[in-house]
């Protein structure tokens, strides 16, 4: 028998939150209400990509204060062979790094316009002002407006993660600064998993053992008469070359992780039969459709958001420009995966490409040879 006093309290708990789905939980109003005077702080210390920081994926206790330092630095990277670029890059690569936090946590980042030892890098101080535009912040242009830092100064912003999922962030310094920042590299994505962690279709948690961040960028090289890539003095002096390639709106160049080669060949990903790898990817300029060859996304998030249910068993999924997509995969099979752009004229005859390399058994009842080439057997007849 249900009493009156609970139907009560269920009544009033049903009008201070939204009401629960059939596979997610409603927000705790008193997580939503806390403030920063109440919030632990932590430091969390960010890491290049591919790669993610030591993390939890279910949030060990109420929202935390996470704080974080990103150093912007310009710097010439020869992103293809003979191909050199003036990239800004947050923490010197590009893309930049993946903070994780949870959903109501808030990001304390200090922003450093230079490295803090020197205020430069490789002997050249950053010519430029830059500043941050977190896709995942609320108000003052995603924090952008908050951040102008000048060279060799650092600026403080916190703010708070109210929505879950993959969030893109940028440069944005104003007008034709901001698309060249960015498609130089000053961009990155930011994790904001759900307090409770990931959930399937069906509301069941998902625990991943491996993630791996792929951060797509494209390039505008400028060329001479005889169309071999400029190459400049910094960051100033190839702006005005590149603004006008970039308008043609054709990229010279893709590149998963900053250059080709990043994650086909400088860095080896791993991962091992009956493992779960969540797969991170963002484009913060353009349009992309990732694809696991020889595998699938087991549940992928719409536009890379952990608020709405996934969807189940897709083969291509797609990123939005400025947007991310989020897949989880169990690998059940051993071997090279490549995960990719399936637009192929980009991951093949450009670098929009990583590979994923799976030990364990081969399952024979999954795949299996039935008989190698071997001469044509006319049609009809038997073997
Ligand atoms: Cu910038």
């Known amino acids: 028998m249900v009493r009156p006093a609970t139907v009560l309290l269920a009544g009033l708990a049903a009008a201070c939150s939204p009401p629960a789905t059939d ?3 409603a927000p705790d109003p008193s997580i939503v209400a806390m403030t920063p005077a109440e919030a632990e702080r932590v430091v969390q210390t960010l890491v290049a990509p591919p790669f993610l920081p030591a993390h939890d994926q279910v949030a060990p206790g109420p929202p935390r204060i996470v704080e974080i330092r990103m150093e912007i630095v310009e710097q010439e990277v020869e992103i293809a062979p003979g191909v050199f670029v003036w990239q800004m890059a947050f923490n010197g690569s590009v893309p930049g790094p993946v903070p994780v936090v949870h959903q109501w946590d808030w990001v304390d980042l200090t922003l450093v316009n230079g490295t803090s030892d020197t205020l430069s890098f490789g002997g050249a101080p950053n010519q430029m002002a830059h500043n941050i535009d977190f896709h995942a912040a609320t108000g003052a242009m995603g924090g952008g407006d908050l951040t102008v830092v000048p060279p060799g100064r650092e600026v403080g912003l916190m703010w708070r993660a109210v929505k879950a999922g993959l969030f893109v962030y940028h440069c944005a310094p104003g007008g034709e600064m901001v698309p060249y920042h960015v498609v130089t590299g000053g961009n990155g994505a930011i994790l904001v998993l759900p307090r409770d962690g990931l959930r399937d279709g069906y509301g069941a948690p998902i ?26 003095d910094g960051f100033i002096a190839q702006m005005p070359d590149m603004i006008e390639t970039m308008k043609a709106l054709v990229p010279t160049h893709i590149a998963f992780n900053g250059r080709y080669g990043a994650l086909t060949r400088d860095v080896r990903l791993e991962a091992a039969v009956g493992e779960t790898v969540l ?6 300029n353009n349009a992309s459709d990732p694809h696991l060859i020889g595998g699938h996304g087991d549940w992928v998030w719409p536009y890379g958001k952990f608020g709405n249910r996934p969807l189940e068993g897709l083969e291509t999924w797609h990123v939005v420009p400025g947007g991310t997509a989020a897949a989880v ?3 059940r099979q051993s071997g090279t995966y490549a995960y990719l752009n399936h637009n192929l004229i980009k991951a093949f005859l450009y670098d929009a490409k990583a590979l994923i390399h799976v030990e364990g058994e081969w399952d024979d009842d999954l795949m299996t040879t039935t008989f190698p080439a071997r001469a044509m057997t006319p049609s009809g007849a038997a073997r």
């Open 23 to 25: 596979w997610k939980a």
């Open 207 to 232: 625990r991943y053992d491996r993630a791996f961040y792929f951060g797509e960028q494209d390039y505008y090289v400028p060329v001479d008469e005889a169309g071999v890539a400029k190459r400049y």
């Open 279 to 284: 797969m991170l990817h963002s484009q913060a």
């Open 329 to 331: 995969y169990t690998f």
